[in-house]
């Protein structure tokens, strides 16, 4: 009787170890199988590889395809469906004019009362998503309001998340004509610069077939892009032919402000260059650049206007760039790019372009015109009634100007 019980007991145990070692081999919805946790070194590893994917951008920067995701300002989306209703919309430009109820002077009231931070988030959002004349009224609202803030302003409104649909909408738009490409070239442009993704804003651009909005892009490289934005375009420029790609870069510098010497050390060398190009396009748009660069730049400015003279190529457009020199917005409160003892070869080169009759006579009465410009005093009131009989027309009538506006505004005798 032992002896059958022990074996009846073996047979159990033999049979439960198999039981087990069958379940350990299935794979049913009823296996349990457990895996290591991982450690805290995994699983950053993880959540990093996740971020970093989610992120990833199609040029190195902002990451088109999956814009941050935002929450648009219902009243923002209010004002631009009352500027659609109310305003006449031109689809192709993005532009929104002629308002019944001015809807879009409430707009702006509205932006300068509540300030909201979600402002171009919104707008760009609608710029890109939406069609006709909705995503139209959203970019003429967008370029109105940038155009008229400062520098901070812009910087708060210049999220990632406007920044990426704008950028998106670049791409997304690169083979179209229509003119409010470049508008949102224009604020797309600074957006980029502020957000640090130029070498993405650059590529972009740069596969834009439509031209103007390239030059809108190019002449807005420096605002926020500094030096940066320069090297990009000397880039660009070197050894090329494009008359509108070197007329829109030379365009740059004048709308970067508060430059610093290392910045005027890096581009006035360059625009220089420009100087004595034969198109006077191209040629005025460097002078621009002499008057800002100042100090020795404005008498190289003057060196040029002599040679042209020298040679009769002294005519517009760079002929109406020797009114800037000496310019004082405000006088006694806004500085003149040149010095005194500039000023007066500056003066004496107008007069000298005046009194030739070899050069045509609308570029010698503006000359002369020029010197009142810069200098409305008692001793240009003696000049100007010197030519006030002058048998040239257009010198004779722009010294009667003249002497009109010193003897009435300026009280001059």
């Known amino acids: 009787m032992k002896r059958h019980t022990h074996r009846m007991l073996l047979l159990i145990t033999l049979l439960a170890s198999a039981l087990a070692l069958s379940a350990c081999g299935k794979g049913g919805d009823d296996a349990k199988t457990e895996t290591p946790a991982k450690d805290d070194g995994d699983k950053k590893a993880d959540k990093k590889a996740d971020k970093k994917a989610d992120k990833k951008a199609d040029d190195g920067g902002l990451n088109l395809e999956k814009p941050p995701e935002i929450t648009r300002n219902a009243e923002v989306v209010k004002h631009v469906e009352a500027i659609v ?24 009231d509205w932006v300068r009362k509540e300030a909201p931070g979600d402002l171009y988030e919104t707008l760009a959002d609608m710029a890109l998503n939406e069609e006709g004349k909705t995503a139209a009224a959203a970019i ?50 600074h957006m980029a610069m502020i957000n640090g993704v130029q070498d993405q804003l650059f590529k972009l651009v740069g596969d834009l077939s439509n031209k103007r909005a390239q030059t809108q892009a190019y002449t807005n490289y420096m605002t926020f892009g500094r030096v940066t934005g320069f090297k990009e375009l000397e880039r660009l420029t070197k050894d090329s032919k494009d008359k509108e790609i070197i007329t829109a870069a030379l365009q740059a510098p004048r709308n970067m402000y508060k430059d610093t010497k290392e910045e005027k050390a890096a581009y006035c060398p360059w625009a220089k260059g420009y100087l004595g190009d034969k198109d006077l396009k191209i040629a005025s748009k460097a002078g621009y650049v002499m008057v800002k660069c100042q100090g020795e730049y404005i008498d190289t400015l003057i060196d040029e206007g002599e040679k042209r003279v020298e040679a009769g190529e002294f005519k517009r457009p760079l002929s109406q760039v020797y009114r800037e020199p000496c310019f004082q917005f405000i006088k006694n409160v806004t500085n003149k790019a040149a010095r005194e003892k500039q000023c007066e070869r500056l003066y004496t080169f107008l007069q000298a372009v005046a009194d030739n009759d070899k050069i045509e006579s609308d570029v010698r009465g503006l000359s002369l015109w020029n010197i009142y410009y810069q200098r409305r005093d008692q001793t ?25 506006s010193l003897t009435t505004t300026y009280k001059l005798k």
Not at 90 to 107: L, R, T, V
Not at 180 to 185: F, N, S, T
Not at 380 to 404: C, F, G, S
């Open 140 to 189: 003429a609202q967008m370029h109105n309001l940038w155009s008229t803030k400062g520098d901070d302003w812009k910087k708060k409104n210049a999220t990632k998340a406007a920044t990426a649909r704008l950028l998106k909408y670049l791409k997304d738009n690169k083979d179209s004509k229509k003119p409010r490409i470049g508008k949102i070239a224009e604020f797309g442009t």
């Open 85 to 108: 209703k109310g305003c006449t919309v031109n689809e192709d430009a993005g532009q929104a004019y002629s308002c019944k109820n001015k809807e879009g002077s409430a707009m702006r």
């Open 380 to 404: 240009t009131l003696d000049l100007m009634r010197k030519y006030e009989n002058h048998k040239d027309e257009e010198i004779q009538k722009r010294a009667k100007d003249a002497i009109k």
